[in-house]
């Protein structure tokens, strides 16, 4: 079964950097507004939680789809794909529990390194991210 993820437009906070146009030096590293539409099961926690995000939460959406590569799903899955807010729910709690991943990660990976990859990646806390 192939599975469409499903790719909205989310309403973000409206602030606009400070200096005019991106690519100066006055633009802001920590943006908090959001452009077109975008892959909900891909957004971090800090986008979630509209906290504003920088490249950090490029890495995080790379832990999924690393993921998803290796599970043919993503983490943060609902049980029903359309229904946001489980989705959203299911992100957060990464931010209250820590990142949990399902046990049968490392059968499909082959080796433990790939689960420690992905929870280097997929941290609460952004500073936290491997590579950020």
């Given at each position: 079964?192939?599975?469409?993820t ?50 950090a ?21 609902p ?6 807010t ?47």
């Amino acid at each position: 079964m192939r599975r469409r993820t499903r790719c909205v437009a989310l309403p973000v906070s409206e602030s606009v950097p400070p200096g005019g146009a991106m690519g100066t030096a006055s633009v802001r590293p920590c943006l908090t507004r959001l452009c077109g539409g975008l892959c909900t099961e891909y957004l971090s926690p800090e986008l979630i939680f509209n906290l504003g995000h920088n490249h950090a939460s490029d890495l995080w959406a790379l832990g999924v789809i690393i993921y998803e590569m290796l599970m043919a799903v993503t983490p943060f899955a609902p049980k029903r794909p359309d229904n946001v807010t489980e989705l959203f729910t299911n992100i957060a709690m990464v931010k209250k529990n820590g990142l949990v991943l399902s046990s049968r990660i490392d059968q499909h990976a082959g080796n433990p390194q790939a689960r420690a990859l992905i929870a280097a990646i997929l941290k609460a806390d952004p500073a936290e991210y491997v590579g950020a």
